[in-house]
């Protein structure tokens, strides 16, 4: 009987063993028992006989275990491939960003309505060391969670995220802000009517050329939509390059630079012009009231918005002429001469005719072709800001 028990615990603890080793064990390895004595081959049989099973059970429970590890090690098979297939789908849902998206995703715009100061530090008490101008794009050296260091021009140093776009924000506000320019890559090139080899050329410019993009126009591949004359016209965008006009960073240094030299050029641009001359009388020249009209139609295109002595001068110009004997002798001649007062060639002289010219312009064109002339005897006029010389009349330089 003890015997039979000894058997019985060295047959448990072997089991044990085995279940410890867990899955590792083959189906078939041979149970160890631990060393003992045995008296006689009768004792023998009955601890065999005896524990048939408990033998039985053990191997049930291997089984058992076996099962039990393949059935996890399955489990962690299947999450893996779960979790694998989940991040793929994750990737594949991802936008494939474009060229000129990769190349935004390091850049930003200031969000004002002048300019955003650029500090030393990342500190709103640090010193300024330029301006972001609206519509100036910095290149992002390191971005933090209140302040960015950036680099834009000859401009290094810090702004706030606050005022601020970035990545593909910046770009879409850029393109919704900004105007895009294409330059001319070649001489000569046509401007047609349509996206078309055989529409009609509206014009041809020459490389260097700056024309602006239509982008409310979606132009077919191979074409640029461009503004041209009041009107759009297409390019070969074989021949273009295309770019928004965006600008960079200044410092306080290159800005105060840029007022001295804007101040030098006025100084100079005025010291070029003369002092408005005194008013003369002229002699009158016999018009019809349609030339009276037609003429208050010019000034007021010209100069409708001017001072009463600059709606005057734009009409002694053209009464100079019509007196000078170089260009045609009639009113209505010269306001339609070719390429001499655009808004007579692009209609708009005709369409202030149809709704009736200002009062103002109406008695400056009358005392102009009564012979009143403030301008010394002017037969041409441009923008007083071009820098020419001559009598400064309101918005306008006559010479």
């Not at 594949?92 to 390091?106: D, R, T």
């Not at 001068?313 to 019509?322: E, F, T």
């Not at 010219?357 to 403030?374: R, V, Y």
């Amino acid at each position: 009987m003890n015997l039979k028990k000894r058997a019985v615990e060295s047959i448990l603890v072997a089991g044990t063993l085995v279940v410890m080793g867990g899955a590792a064990a083959e189906a078939g390895s041979m149970v160890v028992v631990g060393a003992m004595t045995v008296p006689t081959e009768t004792d023998m049989d009955l601890a065999a006989n005896g524990t048939a099973g408990v033998v039985v059970d053990l191997d049930q429970m291997k089984a058992e275990a076996l099962e039990n590890v393949e059935a996890i090690t399955a489990s962690v098979q299947q999450s893996d491939v779960s979790r694998v297939a989940a991040a793929e789908d994750e990737i594949a849902q991802e936008p494939v960003l474009s060229e000129e998206e990769l190349a935004w995703q390091n850049r930003l715009l200031p969000d004002v309505q002048e300019f955003l100061y650029v500090r030393a530090e990342g500190d709103e008490n640090a010193a300024i060391v330029g301006k972001l101008y609206k519509g100036a794009v910095a290149e992002i050296v390191e971005q933090g969670d209140d302040w960015c260091h950036i680099t834009s021009g000859t401009v290094d140093g810090y702004v706030s995220n606050a005022y601020c776009f970035f990545g593909t924000d910046a770009m879409s506000y850029a393109e919704d802000t900004f105007d895009t320019k294409a330059e001319i890559l070649t001489n000569g090139l046509r401007i047609r009517s349509e996206a078309s080899l055989d529409a009609s050329v509206i014009s041809s410019v020459s490389s260097g050329t700056s024309l602006t993009v239509d982008t409310d126009v979606e132009a077919p591949e191979g074409w640029v939509a461009v503004k041209y004359a009041g009107t759009t016209g297409y390019v070969s965008a074989e021949y273009v390059s295309t770019e928004l006009q965006l600008g960079v960073g200044i410092t306080l240094e290159e800005e105060q630079a840029i007022l001295a030299k804007k101040a030098e050029e006025e100084a100079a641009r005025k010291a070029a012009q003369v002092a408005p001359s005194e008013t003369v009388q002229n002699e009158a020249v016999a018009v019809s009231v349609d030339d009276v009209t037609l003429l208050a139609a010019l000034i007021q295109c010209e100069a409708g918005n001017e001072c009463y002595e600059g709606q005057l001068a734009v009409g002694a110009v053209v009464m100079n002429r019509v007196r000078s004997g170089r260009y045609p002798g009639s009113v209505e001649a010269v306001i339609y001469q070719s390429g001499q007062f655009p808004p007579a060639g692009k209609g708009k002289v005709a369409d202030v005719i149809a709704r009736g010219p200002k009062a103002s312009c109406i008695q400056a064109a009358q005392e102009a072709i009564n012979g009143m002339d403030n301008t010394g005897g002017a037969t041409g006029f441009c923008r007083a800001s071009s820098g020419r010389a001559g009598v400064v009349i309101g918005n306008h330089v006559f010479y």
